[in-house]
Structure formats: structure tokens, C-alpha cells
């Protein structure tokens, strides 16, 4: 920030609201078309008043003001201090502090506004914490050998707190979570809030360097015929009110193919499909894997856990319903489910078994009620990897 005065009209004022003792201090420099000439002011204000602290230039010279110091010099008395702008008699509100005694208002050019407390320490103002309850919801999660590189790995299906979380039986059509139901036991614990929920904060500790991410499972079926190489029709609930807008339109959904059983099939398989409505409304749309990206297709024999993620069709940004998957190439055996998903967090560790943590600015990453949360990895290496840490969760 930066205060000019370029005109005999403006200056810089300071109002005191009681008549304890204000020290002020200020500097300049006044710029012509031929020179650089500094100047200072100070004085003490023992009334509540408004007073120049920084007169007008001359004509033809633009004073730019340097620094700003005010300080409360009273024993005990507290004052409100104003540093307003005048121009051509019209005042504009610059900054406003109650200094309290030993209290200081400090302004340099191209700072910040602070205030200082009696003993020279920075005022910070504290968060508004009226209203506002958290909880550190943790986990621990001790994973086994993955897939090969960059393909995704399941964090739900292992042993920890919370347990094991499994899609069950639902069908073909499959099932909508709500994060509470038994059939859901097994996700992170949250609450039905009388607010809304938002994250805040979260660590994670790994043995192994992957990226790791927290979804937001609203949808899982199970029943698909891994032998079957042409379509398998789907009908879908109508999906949870919980994409990016809160809403049941699906924007910010993803579709997945996690492996429940370990699969049979001798080589990687690029050419499944899914056919879906977008968030949008528009229906025939075509979800596809990709042959030549490692991690974007089924890798030969995954193991359980295994998650893979269809690229939507172009323009398309969620799901709205499912109407169909065709594998194309036989699983050989096992067993996956599809699910619907919305990534909510994404966190990478950048030292083994050191916890990297992540605050998010006010008011948090918004959760709604339901929320269905599971962590998954993007993977580095196939090694049994453990995870633990915790996520914090405030309701405003």
C-alpha cells in the first residue's frame, strides 16, 4: 500500500477519540520534476481532536508519505485513533485502532497497518471461534502390495481404525451411501450437523511416498459379470445431494473400477466402457480408459484394492446416473464393483514416516451430510504401505 498526496488539497489527518497523551511520528518525501527532498513531522495529542499529521505539498510536488507511527503514551487510558485521507475537506477512513496504554500504530510504505500491545509484540486478531465445534477424526490403516506403479489402491478394505469398509451386495443397480447406515461402517466417522461440516486441517503419515486422496463415495453396486464382454445395463438411484454445489446433478462425480477379488486377466486391458448422463442432463456419454497412460486401465492381475478411474467424455465435468458398463475383455475371474466418487482432499508426503500436515483457509473444505469418506492412494511403488493420521472437522 502506498499513500501519495499529489494536490495542495490533500493531506493525511489523524482523529483521537479521549485526551490521553498520542505521540506521532511521520515521514515523506516530496518529488518535483527536478528533485527528492525528505521531510519528517512529529508531535503529542493530548485532546479528541482531529489533527494533520501530514500536511498538504506544495504545488507542483507530490509528497509521498513514508511511514506512520502513533503511540499511546497514557498510563492507563485507552484511545481510538483514525487516520483518515482529506481531501479538499472530505475525509476517507484510512485505518481505525483502540490503542490501549504503552499501544502503538505502526504504517510503513508498502506495509501492512499493525498495531502493537505494550511490551512491542504484534496484535494478531483471533478467528472467531463463536459457534464453532471440531473434531480430530484420525485413522490407521495398514495396507498391503499394490499394483503396479501409478495404478490407485483402496485404503478402505484394510484392517485399522476405522475397520474395514466393503460396497456389499447391492446389485448391478447398486446403493447410495450415507456414511451412518451399518452397510457404511467402516468410512471416516462423522456427525449430522446443525450447521454445515468443513475440514480445517488434516495429517498424514505413510511409509511409502504416494499421493494420497480422500473420496467422497455416494454411489458402489456389486453383481458384475467379470466374464461378460459386451454391455451390462445399470440403472442408478438418483445419487446423493452432495457433489461440488451440494446438489444431486453430479458435478465434480467420477467413475471408478475398484478389484473386491483379485482378477485373472493375463494383460492390461484398455478398452471398457461406461456409458452415463453428465452433470448436465445429457445422456449416451461414453467414460473410457486410456491404453497409454499406466494407472488408466486395468493392469493384468489386480489385486484387491485395485482402483482404476474412467476419463470422462470431453466438456464433461460429473455423473449424474450410469446406465451401462461393458468390460469388452474378459476379467477371467474375481470380482469388481463400480463406484461413484468426489475427491476431496489431496495430500502428498514428502518424507517417509514424517507426518506432512495441511491447513485450509477459512471456511474449510465443505462436506455434506452423508459424506461417505475413504482414503485411496495414487501409488509410487508396490510396497505394503501403512498410513495413520487425522483429519480435523468443524461444524459452523
Not at 518535483?32 to 506544495?58: K, L, M
Not at 506432512?356 to 485411496?376: A, F, K, T
Amino acid at each position: 500500500m502506498a499513500i501519495t498526496l499529489d494536490a495542495t488539497t490533500k493531506s493525511i489527518d489523524l482523529t483521537t477519540s479521549s485526551t490521553a497523551d498520542i505521540d506521532y511520528a511521520v515521514s515523506w518525501v516530496d518529488m518535483t520534476t527536478t528533485a527528492f527532498t525528505p521531510g519528517d513531522g512529529h508531535g503529542t495529542i493530548n485532546t479528541a481532536t482531529t489533527t494533520v499529521i501530514v500536511a498538504a505539498p506544495s504545488a507542483s510536488t507530490q509528497r509521498g508519505v513514508k511511514s506512520i507511527s502513533v503511540f499511546n503514551r497514557h498510563a492507563t487510558t485507552a484511545n481510538t485513533v483514525t487516520v483518515k485521507k482529506d481531501v479538499s475537506a472530505t475525509e476517507y477512513h484510512l485505518f481505525k485502532a483502540t490503542l490501549s496504554a504503552g499501544e502503538s500504530l505502526q504504517w510503513t510504505d508498502g506495509g501492512e497497518w499493525n498495531t502493537f500491545d505494550s511490551a512491542g509484540k504484534l496484535k494478531v486478531n483471533s478467528p472467531n471461534v463463536v459457534g464453532i465445534t471440531g473434531r480430530n477424526i484420525q485413522f490407521y490403516k495398514s495396507g498391503t502390495a499394490s499394483d503396479a506403479t501409478a495404478y490407485g489402491y483402496s485404503y478402505w478394505k484394510d484392517s485399522g481404525f476405522p475397520g474395514v469398509w466393503a460396497p456389499g451386495t447391492p446389485g448391478i443397480n447398486g446403493r447410495v451411501t450415507d456414511g451412518t447406515a451399518v452397510a457404511d461402517a467402516g468410512c471416516l466417522p462423522l456427525w449430522t450437523p446443525t450447521g454445515g461440516l468443513y475440514i480445517t486441517g488434516a495429517s498424514l503419515t505413510s511409509t511409502t511416498l504416494h499421493t494420497f486422496t480422500l473420496w467422497d463415495v455416494v454411489w458402489v453396486n456389486s453383481g458384475i459379470a467379470v466374464t461378460t464382454t459386451t454391455a451390462q445395463a445399470i440403472t442408478t438411484p438418483t445419487l446423493p445431494a452432495r457433489d461440488l454445489n451440494g446438489s444431486t446433478d453430479g458435478a465434480g462425480y467420477m467413475i471408478g473400477l475398484v478389484t473386491t477379488t483379485a482378477n485373472t486377466n493375463a494383460a492390461a486391458i484398455s478398452n471398457s466402457t461406461v456409458t452415463y448422463t453428465n452433470s448436465a442432463g445429457t445422456g449416451s456419454r461414453t467414460a473410457t480408459l486410456n491404453a497409454n497412460a499406466a494407472g488408466d486401465n486395468i493392469p493384468a492381475t489386480p489385486v484387491i484394492g485395485t482402483a482404476v478411474w474412467f476419463a470422462l467424455a470431453a466438456g464433461d465435468s460429473g455423473v449424474r446416473s450410469i446406465q451401462s458398463v461393458t468390460l469388452a475383455t474378459s476379467l477371467g475371474g474375481g470380482a469388481v464393483s463400480l463406484i461413484i466418487a468426489r475427491p476431496v482432499l489431496m495430500i502428498a508426503p514428502a518424507l517417509t514416516n514424517v507426518a506432512i500436515m495441511q491447513d485450509y483457509e477459512s471456511p474449510g473444505v465443505r462436506l455434506w451430510n452423508g459424506s461417505n469418506l475413504l482414503w485411496m492412494a495414487k501409488t509410487s511403488a508396490t510396497t505394503a504401505t501403512t498410513i495413520n493420521g487425522s483429519i480435523v472437522v468443524t461444524e459452523r
